[in-house]
């Protein structure tokens, strides 16, 4: 089985070969997370997913001014409101839809709730 992810349900997983293992959501179980919760002011939450095995990966941290680092780099302007940030977001497209249609109806319910719904 794969690990909780922080606040979770366990993953109950599938395996496409290759190294693409993927979370099954079916008609009775679907694999959730906690409702996200904003962090104080100056700290930051991040979730990690990799092939190795990182299934949402919770970790926090603390804004550190001007930090050389070798990890992710993020630069903010706190005196600019709205900045630009690319590499958020997702979207379903019309291949995604089709097979979420060929579920049934209990298994979209599990999985549409489970991508947009604030409970999880």
């Keep these: 089985p794969v690990p909780n992810a922080a606040g979770g349900h366990p993953c109950s997983p599938k395996d496409f070969g290759h190294?693409?293992?993927v979370c099954v959501?079916?008609?009775t179980y679907c694999d959730t997370l906690d409702p996200v919760v904003l962090p104080p002011p100056g700290t930051y939450i991040k979730y990690v997913s990799s092939?190795?095995?990182k299934r949402l990966e919770h970790s926090q941290g603390?804004?550190?001014p001007?930090?050389?680092t070798t990890d992710f780099h993020l630069t903010l302007d706190t005196t600019q409101l709205y900045q630009k940030v690319k590499g958020f977001g997702g979207s379903v497209t019309d291949s995604a839809a089709i097979n979420?249609?060929?579920l049934s109806k209990d298994a979209q319910r599990h999985l549409l709730r489970s991508?947009?719904?604030e409970e999880g």
């Design 25 to 27: 959501c079916n008609a």
């Design 51 to 53: 092939k190795a095995g």
């Design 100 to 102: 979420i249609q060929s």
């Design 19 to 21: 190294g693409s293992l």
């Design 62 to 64: 603390t804004f550190q």
């Design 66 to 68: 001007n930090t050389q």
């Design 115 to 117: 991508y947009f719904s």
